[in-house]
């Protein structure tokens, strides 16, 4: 196939459905079982429309989670979206039965989630790669083919998820399983934590009792600064989804680099879409 990911594929997939999850905010159903059989969490995939071109590129998506047929098999998978520009605005009016180019899955995606406090921060639309890390955690779902067994499961998992105001949180009601906490924040006060995602990080980080083993995080890029410095300061592993605009999303376009530091201090460009999207956040010059 395209690009450096063996097992991707470019295929047209299906309109299943499309729910509104908050505001400007939607989920989107894809029939394409033979990229949910793939994909794992922190993968993404680019899509655009079937016919016309304009917009004559397609975008990147990160994977929300998988959905079963009848018989329990990969079937195809969700992905959240926030209509801000052209190509978002015409999927918010996508129909069930409509084709789509897809391909995927691409990407690198999240290290296993290993032993200990595993602390997910996720700032706006940043929360939706962490459905499908939660749930494989939490041995409630598996991905990927062969389908991949952790060797460790976290001890401790919770999500810190921030947003402007309460009417984008968006899909808070996926996350409610047992054994995973949830802090929410807005920064205008109208649900939870009064202020910035990163005040709920930092509180954690300077409490022994919730302090996290490591964090994944997702979101917009000043809040991805943040929280690898805030990881940096108190030695707490830190890994970063990038949300990089991308024309390609398989590595020959160049245009979604990003410096990362190398092993002797200097840094590089590397390619989002194919080195990443997810950094240590150690390594990376933002």
């Known amino acids: 196939m395209v690009g450096l990911v063996p097992s991707a594929v470019q295929q047209t997939a299906v309109v299943v459905e499309?729910?509104?999850?908050?505001?400007?905010?939607?989920r989107l159903r894809l029939e394409c079982p033979q990229i949910a059989r793939q994909i794992l969490p922190g993968q993404f995939f680019m899509l655009r429309p079937d016919d016309g071109s304009d917009p004559l590129l397609g975008r990147p998506f990160a994977l929300y989670d998988i959905y079963t047929d009848e018989s329990g098999r990969p079937a195809g998978i969700d992905f959240g979206y926030v209509v801000i520009g052209k190509l978002t605005a015409l999927m918010a009016d996508w129909k069930p039965k409509?084709?789509?180019?897809?391909?995927g899955p691409l990407g690198n995606g999240f290290p296993e989630p290993g032993d200990g406090h595993l602390m997910m921060v996720a700032g706006g639309i940043g929360q939706t790669p962490f459905l499908a890390?939660?749930?494989?955690?939490?041995?409630?779902?598996?991905?990927?083919?062969p389908t991949r067994n952790l060797s460790e499961r976290p001890s401790r998992l919770s999500l810190l998820y921030g947003v402007r105001s309460k009417e984008?949180?968006?899909?808070?009601?996926?996350?409610?399983?047992?054994?995973?906490?949830?802090?929410?924040?807005t920064d205008d006060g109208s649900e939870g934590h009064h202020g910035f995602v990163t005040e709920l990080l930092a509180r954690s980080l300077d409490n022994p009792a919730d302090r996290p083993?490591?964090?994944?995080?997702?979101?917009?890029?000043?809040?991805?600064?943040?929280?690898?410095?805030?990881?940096?300061s108190h030695n707490v592993p830190c890994w970063l989804s990038?949300?990089?605009?991308?024309?390609?999303?398989?590595?020959?376009?160049?245009?979604?680099?990003t410096k990362v530091k190398d092993d002797d201090g200097q840094?590089?460009?590397?390619?989002t879409c194919v080195e990443g999207p997810v950094f240590a956040s150690h390594r990376l010059e933002l």
């Open 133 to 145: 890390v939660a749930r494989e955690a939490l041995a409630l779902r598996q991905y990927g083919e």
């Open 98 to 103: 409509q084709e789509v180019q897809i391909w």
């Open 168 to 185: 984008y949180v968006a899909g808070l009601k996926d996350f409610q399983s047992d054994g995973l906490e949830i802090q929410l924040s």
């Open 213 to 232: 083993d490591k964090i994944f995080c997702c979101g917009p890029e000043p809040m991805m600064k943040a929280v690898g410095e805030l990881a940096e």
């Open 267 to 271: 840094w590089d460009y590397r390619r």
């Open 18 to 26: 499309q729910e509104e999850m908050a505001r400007d905010t939607f």
């Open 242 to 257: 990038l949300e990089t605009p991308m024309a390609c999303g398989f590595g020959i376009c160049f245009s979604c680099v």
